[in-house]
């Protein structure tokens, strides 16, 4: 048992923040035998009938073990192994949640993820839509996703983060995740990497924007990411502590969104940019990348951009924002028609606060408050920092390791920022 997590399970509390802060999650395994543990939670629960939801590699590794555990208990099990798009890839998009439909008898009680983000994200929409709840059995520590709320889906081709629900227990088997392919490891580890320039961007909004800002929720984040990079080594060499510290690090920051109910304190510029990456790969009908991948790339490039902070005294930060006009809205506009084609309309009135802001007042006020903007940047580790932790688990560092070539990353560079209406390093830079 994690004692770490399990203090958060079921808890509803007032936070010093202001909210009212709700875990749903009620029960968290992360142990050697915890494929065995879903069924005495199944049984527990009164479950007869489930649904077990993998696609065929995560049901070889893990589906089938389970199946045949649940059904030696008396219990039915249904089954529903996705099957691979016109990509040849799984994707939560339409044809996967409809298959899911289908597959689910109306007497199933509960769905079973069995799987990773992908998965996860196809059980958790159809989970919230059809009234049952789900059991997360992640397969590989890839992803901060399986503790979270949001479904990132691709529906007509486009990438839309819908508000779904929570699993009702996590059953992380250490065995299975040490299997885990290295790629799937080092994008975990990516994904926790980016919860550094993602805190300062939320920080960053504290500051500049008034923003509503837990600490608690963002001391956990650092918490979690902590957690991975105390035991890289261990990770990298997936032995049992380092992949309980991955998983644990990975659930916390779930746990750390669901106790604001966004999620702001892990998801910051270096996200955009992913999330830009990968709407461009799927226009292009290009193969997708992992998700922790890309984000682990794209913290090194916002954390460079931190640094660069640093290097500008009060005076000249001053000089410079007062000689630089902001980009109007109508100028947003037109580069978010340029850049977003039949997206562009949506994103124009996510980003329609921002546009409407007064950039002059907000210039003023990073001047005023450049010793507490500066302070942020020094939280964030420097580039080179992150980038050996990378390397440190084999996952890629640069965009060109990655496959997202220079055209693409300045392109990012320049719209990324308007993926979501949330003030970040590269909202701040347009204005510096
Ligand atoms: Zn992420
Ligand atoms: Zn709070």
């Not at 070889?60 to 389970?66: F, I, N, S, T, Y």
């Not at 199933?108 to 998965?119: D, R």
Request: overall charge negative; proline content about 3%.
């Amino acid at each position: 048992m994690s004692e770490l997590l399990n203090d958060w399970l079921g808890k509803s509390f007032k936070c010093a923040c202001g909210q009212q802060h709700e875990i749903p999650i009620r029960r968290i395994v992360i142990e050697r035998s915890a494929l065995g543990d879903v069924v005495g939670y199944v049984k527990e629960n009164g479950y007869e009938h489930v649904t077990l939801v993998a696609d065929t590699n995560t049901y070889a590794v893990a589906g089938e073990k389970l199946r045949s555990l649940l059904e030696e208990s008396q219990v039915s099990v249904g089954l529903s192994v996705i099957r691979e798009n016109g990509m040849g890839e799984v994707a939560a998009d339409e044809e996967a949640i409809v298959q899911l439909m289908l597959d689910t008898s109306t007497t199933s009680q509960v769905l079973i993820a069995v799987g990773t983000g992908t998965i996860h994200d196809i059980v958790r929409f159809v989970s919230h839509r059809t009234n049952r709840p789900f059991l997360s059995v992640p397969t590989a520590p890839s992803v901060d996703g399986f503790a979270s709320v949001g479904a990132p889906l691709i529906v007509r081709g486009f990438k839309q983060t819908i508000p779904c629900s929570a699993p009702e227990a996590i059953f992380a088997d250490l065995g299975i995740l040490a299997a885990a392919p290295q790629a799937m490891i080092a994008a975990g580890v990516g994904d926790m990497l980016g919860k550094h320039t993602s805190l300062a961007d939320w920080a960053l909004g504290r500051v500049l924007l008034d923003e509503h800002y837990c600490e608690l929720s963002a001391r956990l984040t650092l918490e979690a990411v902590e957690l991975c990079t105390a035991h890289l080594e261990e990770i990298a060499q997936r032995t049992e502590l380092g992949m309980r510290r991955l998983m644990e690090g990975l659930i916390l920051s779930g746990l750390s969104m669901l106790l604001v109910g966004h999620s702001r304190p892990a998801s910051g510029a270096e996200h955009h940019l992913s999330h830009y990456w990968e709407m461009v790969l799927l226009q292009q009908r290009r193969r997708a990348l992992l998700h922790g991948a890309k984000v682990g790339v794209a913290t090194v490039l916002m954390a460079q951009r931190y640094q660069a902070l640093l290097t500008l005294t009060e005076g000249e930060a001053a000089a410079r924002l007062a000689g630089r006009q902001a980009p109007s809205a109508q100028t947003d506009a037109e580069r978010i028609r340029a850049a977003y084609g039949a997206m562009a309309e949506a994103i124009i009135a996510e980003n329609a606060s921002a546009m409407g802001v007064d950039t002059c007042a907000l210039q003023a006020r990073i001047a005023a408050t450049w010793g507490d903007v500066q302070h942020i940047a020094r939280g964030v580790p420097a580039p080179s920092l992150l980038a050996a932790w990378l390397a440190a688990v084999q996952g890629p560092v640069t965009p060109d390791q990655l496959g997202v070539e220079p055209a693409l990353v300045e392109a990012s560079l320049q719209d990324a920022l308007f993926v979501r209406n949330r003030f970040t390093i590269l909202r701040l830079q347009r204005l510096l």
